[in-house]
Antibody, heavy 117, light 106 residues
C-alpha cells in the first residue's frame, strides 16, 4: 500500500529555517517525480515545487523561488523541503504528492508549519 | 503563469441532484487538467486526471470533460459524501490550482 508521511513541521519565528521530510513506502520511489503543495488555513491549494526521479529537473513556484530548496534521497525513499527566510504567509499545511503516469494520485496527510513570533 | 478560474465559488444542491462544476484556464492546457475533492482535515483526493480519466476507485457518477481552456466536472447524482471542496489543477505549463468550489447541502 502506498504511504507518504510528512514530518518536520512546527512553530518557527519569521526569518527562520525549517526542513520538511516526506517518507515514501509501498511503491518504487526512484521512478516517481515528487511535488510539494501547501494550503494556508481556510485557503486553497498552492503548488510549490517539483523534482523528477533522478533530481535532474527541479521547478519552483515564484512565491518560494530562492527561499525553498527541494531534494530527495532515493536510497532512503525520502523527499525533503528546506525552507529558509520564512514569512508569516508561509504558514500552511505542507503536503507531498507523487507523479508518474497518473499525476498527484497519492498525497500524504500533511505537516503544519506556523511562522509566528 | 496559467490561471485557473473555478465557478461557482459555492454550489448549493440536494442529494440526488446533478452537480456541474466549471474550471476555465487563462490559456490552453490541452487536456492536462485534473480534479480533486477535499474534505475538512483531509488531504486532497484525485478524482479525474487528463480531463476525463477517472482515478482508481472513483465512482462512475463522477465524470470530467473539456479540453483547451474550458473544463467541467459533473457529479450525476449527489451522494451525502460528495459535499466537499473541489479543486481543478493544470500541469500543461508548470502547475497551478483553481481557487476551489464548495459544494454544500441545500
Amino acid at each position: 500500500e502506498v504511504h507518504l508521511v510528512e514530518s518536520g513541521g512546527g512553530l518557527i519565528q519569521p526569518g527562520g529555517s525549517l526542513r520538511l521530510s516526506c517518507a515514501a513506502s509501498g511503491f518504487t520511489f526512484n521512478t516517481y517525480s515528487m511535488h510539494w503543495v501547501r494550503q494556508a488555513p481556510g485557503k486553497g491549494l498552492e503548488w510549490l515545487s517539483f523534482i523528477n526521479s533522478n533530481s535532474a529537473t527541479i521547478y519552483y513556484a515564484d512565491s518560494v523561488k530562492g527561499r525553498f530548496t527541494v531534494s530527495r534521497d532515493n536510497a532512503k525513499n525520502s523527499l525533503f523541503l528546506l525552507m529558509d527566510s520564512l514569512r508569516a504567509e508561509d504558514s500552511a499545511v505542507y503536503y507531498c504528492t507523487r507523479e508518474h503516469l497518473i499525476p498527484f494520485d497519492y498525497w500524504g496527510q500533511g505537516t503544519l508549519v506556523t511562522v509566528s513570533s | 503563469e496559467v490561471v485557473l478560474t473555478q465557478s461557482p465559488a459555492t454550489l448549493s444542491l440536494s442529494p440526488g441532484e446533478r452537480a456541474t462544476l466549471s474550471c476555465r484556464a487563462s490559456e490552453s492546457v490541452d487536456n492536462f487538467l485534473a480534479w480533486f475533492q477535499q474534505k475538512p482535515g483531509q488531504a486532497p483526493r484525485l478524482l479525474i486526471y487528463d480531463a476525463s480519466n477517472r482515478a482508481t476507485g472513483i465512482p462512475d457518477r463522477f465524470s470530467g470533460s473539456g479540453s483547451g481552456t474550458d473544463f467541467t466536472l459533473t457529479i450525476s447524482s449527489l451522494e451525502p459524501e460528495d459535499f466537499a471542496l473541489y479543486f481543478c489543477q493544470q500541469r500543461s505549463y508548470m502547475y497551478s490550482f483553481g481557487q476551489g468550489t464548495k459544494l454544500e447541502i441545500k
